[in-house]
């Protein structure tokens, strides 16, 4: 079956580090992958997306690399800050169904 | 440009009642896709309505239905509430042209209703 796999424990890190977190898949062939940031009680914003073809997208302090081999997207912040503490969602589109998947999320938390 | 706004933001209902959840997309967005977001199974895609049409559907039962007018403002309903109901609803849009294979699907999404089923 088709599976989404963001680890469902909460990422504590120091400011200034980086935090790195995962996104697995089985038996999706995606065209691209997106990165969602969700704050308690709102909506998903969208962040990045990256496509089959592309290996690594950089936005600000914000990197997402694809490896399709491995069926694994990681989303990376650097020097993280306090106002990055949110729930990031990665979403596959499913080109048969034309409805994007998203996975459950990890909860970032970067204390001071 | 105005996000994408959702009306009411929180509603309590009984069992068995009937609920209409509203949904206004960003200007010149024509695609609007609705989800349910709950604690235990995430983010689940309900629908998605494209030019009045639904374009596409999740794996949810018959109760729950939408449509969309000419002017992409988006209605869901959901009849015979049960208690596993309760969750945040959220509603996106996207300025896909309609052909399956092109554009990214970006969603901007409204910021919910909670719907509370008691």
Same mark, same amino acid.
């Given at each position: 079956?088709?599976?989404?796999?963001?680890?469902?424990?909460?990422?504590?890190?120091?400011?200034?580090? /980086?935090? *790195?977190?995962?996104?697995?898949? /089985?038996?999706?062939?995606?065209?691209?992958?997106?990165?969602?940031?969700?704050?308690?009680?709102?909506?998903?914003? +969208? @962040?990045? %997306?990256?496509?089959?073809?592309?290996?690594?997208?950089?936005?600000?302090?914000?990197?997402?690399? +694809?490896? /399709?081999?491995?069926?694994?997207?990681? +989303?990376?912040?650097?020097?993280?800050?306090?106002?990055?503490?949110? *729930?990031?969602?990665?979403?596959?589109?499913?080109?048969?169904?034309?409805?994007?998947?998203?996975?459950?999320?990890?909860?970032?938390?970067?204390?001071? | 440009?105005?996000?994408?706004?959702?009306?009411?933001?929180?509603?309590?209902?009984?069992?068995?009642? $009937?609920?209409?959840?509203?949904?206004?997309?960003?200007? #010149?967005?024509?695609?609007?896709?609705?989800?349910?977001?709950?604690? #235990?199974?995430?983010? $689940?895609?309900?629908?998605?309505? +494209?030019?009045? /049409?639904?374009?596409?559907?999740?794996?949810?039962?018959?109760?729950?239905? #939408?449509?969309?007018?000419?002017?992409?403002?988006?209605?869901?309903?959901?009849?015979? %509430?049960? @208690?596993?109901?309760?969750?945040?609803?959220?509603?996106?849009?996207?300025?896909?042209?309609? @052909?399956?294979?092109?554009? *990214?699907?970006? $969603?901007?999404? #409204?910021?919910?209703?909670?719907?509370?089923? %008691?």
């Amino acid at each position: 079956s088709q599976k989404i796999e963001q680890n469902s424990e909460a990422l504590n890190i120091q400011e200034g580090k /980086t935090a *790195t977190l995962t996104c697995n898949y /089985t038996n999706y062939s995606p065209a691209y992958l997106q990165w969602y940031r969700q704050d308690p009680g709102r909506g998903p914003v +969208f @962040l990045l %997306l990256i496509r089959e073809n592309e290996k690594e997208k950089r936005k600000e302090r914000l990197k997402v690399t +694809f490896d /399709t081999t491995l069926k694994q997207s990681l +989303f990376h912040i650097t020097a993280s800050q306090p106002a990055d503490s949110a *729930t990031y969602l990665c979403a596959l589109m499913d080109t048969g169904r034309r409805a994007l998947t998203f996975g459950s999320g990890t909860r970032l938390q970067v204390q001071p | 440009k105005a996000g994408v706004t959702q009306t009411p933001r929180y509603l309590i209902k009984t069992r068995g009642q $009937q609920v209409t959840l509203s949904c206004s997309p960003i200007s #010149g967005h024509r695609s609007v896709s609705w989800y349910q977001q709950t604690p #235990g199974q995430g983010l $689940q895609f309900l629908f998605e309505y +494209f030019s009045e /049409t639904q374009r596409n559907k999740g794996n949810f039962p018959g109760r729950f239905s #939408g449509r969309q007018f000419s002017n992409s403002r988006s209605e869901m309903n959901v009849s015979t %509430l049960e @208690l596993g109901d309760s969750a945040l609803y959220l509603c996106a849009s996207s300025s896909t042209g309609g @052909l399956r294979t092109s554009g *990214t699907d970006t $969603q901007y999404f #409204g910021p919910g209703t909670r719907l509370t089923v %008691l």
